[in-house]
């Protein structure tokens, strides 16, 4: 395990949000940009998905999070900040990567937003088509 003083990091990325993790031993604070996490993440989904690793690894309440997310919105950010915690507890603990990855918490979700195309109103969206 870990020695009190070291910090881990990890980053993770989800659509164009990004996010730099670092945990260390301690009370269980989690920061967000500065803020607690409850004043950041509002919804209840975005803070589950982040406290998930937490909960896989039994260590909700004995690991100090920082972080630092930017890009994005709500859930794009909740699930970087996952991504970028799960990242960083196999650094803590390389025991932990089984469970993580059996949960696809290793694995970074690829799927971006499709570009608009010209000539029609959406990414793949058409306007309405008239014979006459």
């Known amino acids: 395990m870990a020695q009190t003083s070291e ?15 670092w945990i260390k031993a301690g009370a269980g604070e989690i920061t967000v940009n500065g803020r607690r996490v409850e004043d950041y993440f509002m919804r209840y989904g975005g803070r589950a998905a982040l406290l998930r690793p937490l909960q896989l690894t039994e260590l909700e309440g004995k690991l100090d999070i920082a972080v630092n997310v930017r890009g994005g919105g709500e859930t794009g950010q909740a699930e970087a900040v996952r991504h970028g915690l799960s990242r960083a507890l196999v650094r803590y603990n390389q025991e932990f990567r089984p469970v993580l990855k059996r949960n696809g918490l290793l694995s970074r979700d690829a799927r971006e937003k499709e570009r608009k195309k010209y000539g029609q109103p959406g990414a793949r969206k058409r306007y309405q088509f008239s014979k006459r």
């Open 7 to 21: 910090r881990y990091y990890g980053t993770g990325r989800r659509k164009t949000a990004v996010a730099r993790v």
